[in-house]
């Protein structure tokens, strides 16, 4: 069977001014597969998340990114220079709580930019695929728009676009629903959805149970930086090992 | 009456000396814009040590009076064998002087500019340099336009002590009218007159900048 493993995560762990805030993480994350991750504020989630793309930097353990080892060159255990890194990072892009458009570019702009100036694409064949992206998320009324004047579900639809754009293997998703009200928060899911039916490898850190039971093919579990539960949604929702997990789903009676 | 036609037979002296002023300005001022950016640049991407060094020269311009900056560069250069003319120690006087605050009015934006911009950014692969140059530039200089205007003012008046290392320019002229003819209150009037109209022309240019600025959505200091 060929190995289909996106992101390899083995022995993580990672501090904060001497707490530790990820302790020994592995996790495997296959094609096509969605992972959602849950856990309470300040578990780890989302700077385990950011480890994947080396926005954080861990202290201990290895990341693979198809088979590529993140943040460092395996042949001389070097920390890779930040071209390199820039070039691995091209590959796992990231859609942000607070969606971090680029408030100087147009929405057509913003999608383009990176193709424009990391991938160094023709910018009539850039402009294209941009298009194409902004339409898929249903923003392609709004090109010539500045961020200002998008709301915040908009905002984070055209987030998603431009990470969509540069086709990558892994789109990582930092609380993308957290910022919005409950009426935004339905319009971004509903887009995720459809990127998890067309077969996007996505690693989700969320808050929104309903999704990650829908949706994922993988629910983990973060309580104090450790990994206690990964398990399928079915068994996860309904019956999870762990008793911290049965205590935040509620599971069981008081 | 006289006086003003006095002033008018001597017109060319103040030509001179405007075209003098414009042209110092406009050169010191872009050289000075530059050096800012090439600091800020090395501010973000070099080692601790270059950034000493670099805040180092930042605030060590900010603590002296431009006048003595410019006699150290006049007077005090040659005592090490380097000799420039009042022109050339002018310009990079002023150059390096207002370098320094340039570098000092993007820095301050540039702290405040929100993380998240750039992390979104290093997520999608951008590499430094065009990080900072499609980035950081636009938003740190599109959103200092009031601060960096008000520094271009400050250029230009400061470019009036450069009379005293005798380069002929308008404050230059004006002195020299008066003390020939005697008439300081008219000739040191059109002095004013000749730096207002740069002015004017500076804060023109700067309400188009702002002007465009707003239209695309950048927020001002």
Known sequence: ?254 | MEDWITIWEARSIFIDGFATTLGIFLYSSFIAFFIGLLLLYFLENSNKNWQYLIMLFVNGMRTIPFLVFAYLLYYGLPELGIRLDGYTAGLVGLALYHGAYFCEILLSRRRVMPNGLIEAALAHGFKKKTLFVRMILPNTVMNSLPLIGNQLINCLKDSAFLSILTVEEITFAANNIQSVHYIPIKAFACAIVLYWAITLAIEFVMNKLIKIGNQKGFNHA
């Open chain 1, 1 to 254: 069977m060929p190995d289909t493993t996106v992101i390899r995560i083995k022995n993580l762990s990672k501090q904060f001014n001497g707490v530790e805030v990820l302790r020994d993480i592995n996790l495997d994350i296959k094609k096509g597969e969605v992972v959602s991750i849950l856990g309470s504020s300040g578990s780890g989630k989302s700077t385990l998340l950011r480890c994947m793309n080396y926005l954080e930097q861990p202290e201990r353990g290895k990341i693979f990114v198809d088979n590529m080892r993140m943040g460092v060159n395996e042949s001389t255990n070097k920390p890779m220079t930040h071209n390199q890194l820039a070039k691995m990072r091209e590959k796992i892009c990231m859609v942000f709580q607070n969606f971090n458009l680029w408030p100087h570019l147009t929405v057509l702009q913003n999608v383009m930019e990176a193709l424009l100036h990391v991938k160094k694409m023709p910018k009539k064949q850039a402009k294209e695929i941009a298009a194409e992206q902004l339409e898929k998320v249903g923003m392609e009324d709004f090109l010539e728009q500045y961020p200002i004047t998008l709301s915040g579900g908009q905002k984070q639809r055209v987030a998603i676009a431009r990470s969509l754009a540069m086709s990558p293997d892994v789109l990582l998703f930092d609380e993308p629903t957290s910022a919005l009200d409950p009426e935004r928060v339905e319009e971004v899911l509903m887009v995720m959805k459809k990127l998890s039916q067309e077969g996007y490898t996505m690693v989700v850190v969320t808050h929104e149970m309903e999704f990650a039971r829908m949706v994922s093919d993988q629910v983990v579990f973060l309580e104090k930086g450790k990994l206690i539960e990964k398990s399928a949604p079915e068994k996860f929702f309904t019956n999870p090992d762990a008793i911290r997990v049965r205590q935040f789903l509620k599971l069981d009676p008081q």
